[in-house]
């Protein structure tokens, strides 16, 4: 069966040598041998009929400059429309290679549906080719350098489902394509490549509006808007604040909502920076344009009298611990002056400075009973200036009392006992009196009396002797 339709015969001839038909009934089989950046080979049929427009076709791109060589009506066909195939085209038609940005040939095929396949997929649609014997459905006829050719659809030409194919693509797009049975040209619909949505990460500041407070002109609102899609996360806002009066310059950070108080007196420049999260990392972006909307002006007055004082200090004792105390500041300060630290001197070598400024009591522990000078100092800065503050009013003394003693033994021999010890006590003995036979206890108590009454008087007599009595005369 022949691989073309015709209303002629076509006898398919053996080539002796190198080159030979091969007759399929149902399509011509192919694989790729070779392909690389300076050519592409294809191993397939041939058709050698005389409605080849190349007699027995090509199997290397290679060989198109030599088969073409002189043939004038072959080339003027390949650039006549709907083909559009330029010699400067057939001078790249041996690039294989995809990243040159150019034209560049892969294997595929033609089939009856009209379309171009490479790679299994379908790159171009309602194809036409073109040969030089005369059809029934031919669409039309050219005639150059005195041959005539025919333009039609493969459905009207293939006696077999398909025909393999150089085909010419770029960035991913159909250009045209050459049956390698035959040579004959193919043009075709490209299919639209479909570009993959790149979604670009998108972090902008927008604005930054600066709204004073109704009561101090100095405090201010800072507003920050941005834009954040695909991917990228909110992190913070940096604020810096140029003072173009002083030179000087402070950075803070918060977020995209602010009360901030300004320290610092004269013309500012006040500038948003949005900072976001993205695959790990940080990113930031500090607004454009001009003006850039996050870059804004604000002025700020220096207070007449700007106040600041170390208020009072009160102490009280620490009830988990016998020696510790519990010391807490007050402090004022008029707008326009920030309180920065404060600082406690404990009176025993040890200070302590406060971290969290939003509480000011804190918490120490002697190493020993005594008496002990408490002081705090606070730091104002004011206009750019700091300033360090205490007072007579914060300032205490404090006394850590020793514990109790307890009382000891007063016995001699048992002083080292508590008063309240057991073993703070007399053994009494009881007395054995000696039987003196009768009367004897009679005369035993009448001698005890005797002593108790010579023990009194002469206590009676001592006693008075010691007061110096007038009586001691008589």
């Keep these: 069966m022949n691989i073309f339709k015709s209303t002629t015969k076509h006898i398919y001839t053996a080539i002796s040598g190198f080159m030979f038909a091969i007759i399929i009934s149902t399509s011509i089989a192919s694989s790729l041998v070779t392909s690389s950046a300076s050519a592409l080979s294809l191993k397939g049929g041939a058709d050698c009929s005389s409605n080849s427009v190349i007699k027995c076709g090509l199997f290397d791109t290679t060989q198109l400059s030599g088969l073409l060589s002189g043939q004038t009506a072959i080339k003027d066909l390949y650039a006549s429309s709907p083909f559009n195939i330029s010699q400067a085209d ?143 996360v909110f992190q913070n806002v940096t604020y810096n604040i140029n003072n173009t009066t002083t030179n000087t310059q402070i950075t803070t950070t918060g977020s995209l909502n602010d009360n901030y108080t300004f320290t610092t007196y004269g013309n500012l420049t006040v500038s948003a920076v949005v900072n976001f999260t993205l695959n790990g990392a940080t990113v930031s972006n ?73 509480n000011l009591t804190v918490t120490h522990v002697y190493s020993a009973p005594g008496q002990y000078t408490v002081s705090v100092a606070d730091t104002f800065l004011s206009n750019g200036t700091s300033y360090t503050v205490s007072g007579p009013n914060c300032v205490l003394l404090v006394t850590i009392a020793a ?42 108590l009448i001698i005890l009396g005797v002593a108790a009454v010579v023990s009194g008087g002469s206590y009676y007599l001592l006693g008075k002797k010691r007061n110096h009595d007038p009586l001691d005369s008589l």
């Design 403 to 444: 514990p109790p003693s307890t009382p000891k033994c007063t016995i001699a021999g048992l002083t080292e006992y508590p008063a309240n010890s057991p073993n703070c006590v007399v053994a009494i003995v009881p007395a054995k009196l000696v039987n003196t036979g009768p009367g004897g206890l009679g005369t035993f």
């Design 90 to 232: 057939l001078n790249v038609i041996n690039n294989t290679s995809t990243t040159t940005g150019g034209n560049y040939t892969v294997a595929g095929s033609v089939d009856t549906n009209n379309n171009v396949i490479v790679g299994g997929k379908v790159v171009a649609t309602n194809a036409i080719t073109a040969g030089r014997n005369p059809n029934s459905q031919d669409i039309k006829s050219v005639t150059f350098a005195g041959t005539k050719f025919y333009v039609r659809h493969p459905s009207a030409s293939f006696a077999v489902p398909s025909l393999d194919a150089f085909v010419v693509m770029k960035a991913g797009v159909f250009q045209y394509a050459i049956l390698t049975p035959c040579g004959n040209p193919v043009a075709a619909t490209p299919v639209p490549v479909k570009v993959p949505t790149v979604t670009t990460p998108i972090y902008q500041c927008v604005n930054l509006t600066l709204t004073p407070s109704a009561t101090d002109p100095n405090t201010v609102l800072f507003q920050t808007s941005d834009n954040v899609m695909n991917g990228p």
């Design 286 to 358: 500090g607004g454009s344009g001009t003006p850039n909307p996050c870059v804004k002006s604000y002025t700020t007055a220096l207070p007449s009298t700007p106040n600041y004082s170390c208020q009072t200090i009160a102490i009280s004792p620490d009830p988990s611990n016998a020696n510790g105390i519990v010391a807490t500041n007050t402090e004022t300060s008029s707008t326009g002056v920030t309180l920065t630290g404060v600082d406690y001197n404990f009176g025993d070598s040890n200070t302590t400075a406060v971290t969290n400024l939003s």
